[in-house]
């Protein structure tokens, strides 16, 4: 079965300091979302991709966030510097139709 | 105002009751509907979608009320492994975001 796939699974890093997570959607999926779930909490959009194109980045934190997906498949959030607030698991989930979407395990983000 | 909006339990049932849950959503607009489930530190995973005829699959049933606009879920016959978190989640069209409730939180009690 296709899935969605993340990494790293966990990391630890300390306040100020970049982290980047990596996301590889199911084949043939052109849209693309970055979700944040803090703990207690549903998923909360950060970016949506179509394709290799910024479909809506409106509540992605653009001064410490930024977000890619150059040839249009996988796609990679970055954080820089990191704050202890954006401690937090990061859901990539990819869509075929813009009906379904399927998540990958998620990234858990600790901060320090 | 949030988009959806859940009561976070928690829900704790006996083995074999039934319980229901419902959510509201402010986007009138909004044309697709889902009940996620996921279970503790995982990633959520797609239930059932909700249609307007209402739809069932085994011990879950959904359904949707749109001049009311609230989504509710039943499971009859509650299992231990029905133990997770359900989330409810609205789409007001296919190029757009899935909007998430809080979750409402389900123990089921041996």
């Known amino acids: 079965e296709a899935e969605v796939a993340q990494s790293p699974r966990y990391k630890i890093t300390e306040k100020s300091q970049a982290v980047a997570f990596w996301c590889d959607p199911i084949?043939?999926?052109?849209?693309l979302y970055w979700y944040r779930q803090i703990l207690g909490q549903g998923p909360e959009l950060l970016v949506q991709?179509?394709?290799?194109?910024?479909?809506?980045d409106s509540q992605l934190p653009k001064d410490r966030f930024s977000a890619e997906r150059l040839k249009g498949v996988d796609s990679t959030l970055k954080i820089q510097p990191a704050e202890l607030g954006d401690s937090a698991m990061y859901l990539c989930?990819?869509?075929?139709?813009?009906?379904?979407?399927?998540f990958g395990q998620g990234t858990r983000l600790t901060v320090v | 105002r949030k988009e959806v909006e859940q009561d976070p339990g928690p829900f704790n049932v006996p083995e074999g009751a039934t319980v229901a849950f419902n959510c509201t959503y402010s986007n009138s607009a909004s044309q697709s509907f889902f009940w996620y489930r996921q279970d503790c530190r995982k990633e959520p995973k797609l239930l059932m979608s909700?249609?307007?005829s209402g739809n069932e699959d085994g011990r879950f049933t959904a359904q949707l009320n749109r001049a009311s606009q609230y989504i509710s879920l039943l499971i009859r016959d509650s299992k231990l492994s029905d133990s997770a978190t359900y989330l409810c989640?609205?789409?007001?069209?296919?190029?757009?975001?899935?909007?998430f409730g809080t979750g409402t939180s389900l123990t089921v009690i041996p």
């Open positions: 989930a990819s869509s075929l139709t813009g009906i379904e979407a399927f």
């Open positions: 909700v249609y307007s």
């Open positions: 084949s043939g999926h052109a849209t």
């Open positions: 989640v609205t789409k007001p069209g296919a190029g757009n975001q899935f909007y």
């Open positions: 991709f179509q394709d290799e194109s910024v479909v809506d």
